[in-house]
């Protein structure tokens, strides 16, 4: 018995430090990706490409993001030191963040059009794919995530997978590893599907098969993701975008 009990908490420990390190890495890449155009702005070299300045609104969506992947490190370090009651509470606090998120994602993506923020092999209209539809996957999988709040192993790949989703696509394809052409965008928007390695090989390794959640997350990003690069390559979506509520802000 206190075999099998060392064992289970030798299991907690470690999926609490692999949560941990995946929040603390996504935060980081978060940094990285947005120091040259948001948080070392005019410190470190401008990257992939000059940025116009920022408007109040682009500013507080900064924040707010900000904000976001704060409270989603926070959460997993109150797990990690038992303070459950404080993890959800905070929790249902952050539900208000993540309702406040959506339409700033939405207002935000629309409204870049003016500022003509967008890499040279696309238009502004087409860029907004990405934004849109990061927003109903990111929606979609903070519901899940919250539905299952009281189901540990859903509830904590879910909100895995919903910070992801703002994160990976903005983040890593702001870091310059290829020439600004569609194909090498098209690449590295795909790699980003590689994020989620870690979280299938601790599914692997802990449960011997991929978590339904996993799967669910997984297949939400990967959906939002190769949509809107098929919708940049190909320059299909800037009818549609053109008629949107608020374009041009």
Same mark, same amino acid.
């Given at each position: 018995?206190?075999?099998v009990?060392?064992?289970a908490a ?6 609490? /430090?692999f ?16 120091? &040259?155009?948001?948080?070392? /702005?005019g ?6 490409r000059?940025?116009p ?13 900000? %904000?976001?992947?704060?409270?989603f ?5 109150l797990?990690?030191?038992?303070? /459950?009651? @404080?993890h ?5 606090a ?7 998120? @959506? &339409? ?15 890499p ?10 990405? &934004? ?16 299952r709040? /009281? ?6 790949? %879910?909100?895995?997978?919903?910070a ?12 310059p %590893?290829?020439? &600004? ?15 989620? %390695? ?18 669910v ?5 990967a ?8 919708? @940049? ?6 009818? @549609? ?9």
């Open positions: 018995m206190a075999t009990a060392s064992s030798d299991l907690q420990s470690r999926e609490r /430090r949560y941990t390190r995946m929040a603390l890495f996504l935060t980081a890449l978060v940094f990285v990706g947005f120091a &040259p155009s948001f948080y070392l /702005r410190i470190v070299p401008e990257y992939p000059p940025n300045t920022l408007p109040p609104w682009v500013i507080f969506h900064g924040l707010l993001f900000t %904000l976001w992947m704060l409270v490190v926070t959460q997993t370090q797990v990690a030191a038992g303070r /459950r009651d @404080i959800m509470k905070l929790g249902a952050s539900m208000f963040l993540a309702i406040a998120m @959506i &339409p700033v994602m939405y207002l935000t993506g629309v409204w870049q059009v003016v500022r003509n923020n967008v040279p092999f696309t238009t502004p209209l087409d860029w907004t794919a990405l &934004p849109l539809l990061a927003m109903p996957a990111f929606a979609f999988l903070v519901w899940q995530g919250w539905k709040r /009281r189901e540990a192993q859903w509830h904590k790949r %879910l909100m895995l997978g919903a992801m989703v703002v994160v990976l696509g903005p983040s890593f394809g702001r870091i %590893l290829a020439p &600004p052409v569609k194909a090498l965008f098209a690449v590295q928007m795909i790699v980003t599907l590689a994020f989620f %390695l870690p979280l299938f090989i601790w599914d692997k390794r802990t449960l011997g098969k991929t978590h339904p959640a996993t799967k997350a997984f297949g939400t990003y959906l939002a993701t190769l949509a809107a690069v098929a919708l @940049i390559v190909s320059g299909t979506w800037a009818p @549609i975008a053109a008629r949107l509520p608020g374009v041009g802000g």
